[in-house]
């Protein structure tokens, strides 16, 4: 596991430092650098699992849709696709389990290693999913929900997709950007999404950073990642 750990963490570093690329309406040709956190034999929180970059690109490739808008992260752990979006300009809330409080305290510290003041650059937190607590009323207005890897356990998904159209219901122009690892062919949320009445759209990641000759395969390695976009039926 540790080697495991530390070669994904390679990886996603590289991914940083090959994000060089602009476009020229908002932004200067820049050098991004991030940084993510993480403990060896902790819990699953802890860890940027494969997901994590594959996401995180596609938000650098889509920052003029992100930038400037109310991003709400689903499942932050160490943070690395919202952080990105707050380093696009997109206003970041952060959330992990209220349950977990070091979970919480990790996502906070990967923040401050990118120079994220809280409450200030970012905002981060407590939001278990399938729990309508008080904090979600007061989140305001949503752009975009986005997590990766949240499908790891079929015992949560419910919980996820009842959150998300919580969120949705409450945006109806909102939608919710995922990446997955697949675990199991086995697995599917299909008759959830009809359940709660929602529609699921899925990318190809393969083309995913081939603007500075990155094949995405190369961060996720032998791993099925998936992109998904979901949205409220029309």
Not at 58 to 71: D, L, S
Not at 156 to 182: G, M, P, R, S, W
Not at 206 to 215: A, D, E, F, I, R
Request: glycine share 6%.
């Amino acid at each position: 596991m540790e080697s495991y750990i530390a070669n994904i963490v390679k990886k996603v570093i590289s991914l940083i430092y090959l994000i060089k690329r602009a476009f020229k309406d908002h932004f200067e040709d820049m050098i991004l650098k991030l940084y993510t956190t993480y403990l060896l034999q902790a819990s699953y929180s802890f860890y940027t699992w494969p997901s994590a970059p594959v996401l995180a690109w596609f938000i650098w490739e889509n920052r003029q849709e992100f930038y400037g808008k109310k991003v709400l992260e689903l499942g932050s752990g160490t943070a690395l696709p919202g952080i990105l979006a707050a380093k696009c300009g997109a206003d970041v809330t952060l959330t992990e389990s209220a349950t977990l409080p070091k979970s919480l305290s990790h996502t906070r510290r990967s923040c401050q290693v990118n120079n994220l003041t809280i409450n200030k650059h970012i905002r981060v937190i407590g939001l278990s999913w399938g729990l309508f607590l008080s904090n979600l009323d007061l989140l305001g207005p949503v752009d975009y929900v986005i997590g990766s890897d949240c499908f790891f356990e079929p015992s949560t998904f419910e919980d996820i997709l009842v959150t998300v159209a919580y969120l949705l219901d409450n945006n109806i122009n909102a939608k919710f950007f995922c990446t997955y690892q697949e675990r199991s062919s086995d697995w599917s949320i299909e008759h959830l999404l009809l359940k709660w009445d929602l529609e699921c759209i899925v990318h190809s990641i393969n083309n995913l950073g081939n603007s500075v000759g990155l094949n995405i395969h190369d961060l996720i390695g032998d791993h099925s990642v998936h992109l998904l976009e979901i949205s409220r039926k029309s």
